[in-house]
């Protein structure tokens, strides 16, 4: 499940058949995406819209904990949490906890390759040793006969 430190384990709780953590993963990549951003209120010692929203999740939505670091504009790193690090000991949650993410990377890569296909940077039906020369060559694979579009959609043939 995790190849972490135990000290950087967050329980892992069903809630309506899906996975609380995925809902803090979710939060940090809209962090990281720029939906939810820093707001100057950061610097005057409230809680910004980062934090609210987290404080959110975990309150009211009953995610064990939430953990977001923010590169504002001034290059400072803000590290924003929530909720706890251990439900049985109530331990804070770690500043440089990590959660697998797993296949969520999933979404996210095909989101980022659709945008450079919309801005004509990269060609679905294009073979993927086009942007990748000589990634995909061995062992019977041959990236010059897999195209970005089965890489997507998973068709590739790839193990």
């Known amino acids: 499940m995790y190849e972490h430190a135990p000290h950087h384990r967050l329980p892992l709780r069903r809630r ?12 940090a990549a809209a962090v990281a995406a720029g939906v939810l951003a820093p707001t100057a209120a950061f610097a005057g010692g409230r809680p910004d819209s980062v934090q609210s929203s987290l404080d959110t999740l975990a309150k009211d939505d009953g995610v064990p904990a939430a953990l ?6 001034d290059g ?3 590290t924003y949490t929530a909720g706890v690090g251990d ?3 109530g331990a804070k949650v770690p500043t440089d906890g990590q ?3 797993g296949s969520n990377t999933k979404p996210f890569t095909a989101v980022v390759v659709l945008q450079l296909v919309a801005e004509g940077k990269v060609g679905l ?3 993927v040793e086009t942007y990748l020369p000589g990634l995909l060559r061995g062992d019977g694979i041959d990236g010059r006969g897999i195209t970005v579009r089965q890489l997507l959609q998973h068709t590739s043939g790839l193990p």
């Open 16 to 27: 309506n058949g899906r996975h609380r953590v995925a809902v803090a993963v979710a939060a």
């Open 68 to 73: 977001a670091a923010v590169k504002g504009r």
């Open 76 to 78: 400072r790193t803000r």
């Open 87 to 89: 439900l049985a000991t």
């Open 99 to 101: 959660i697998r993410i």
């Open 125 to 127: 039906d294009s073979p």
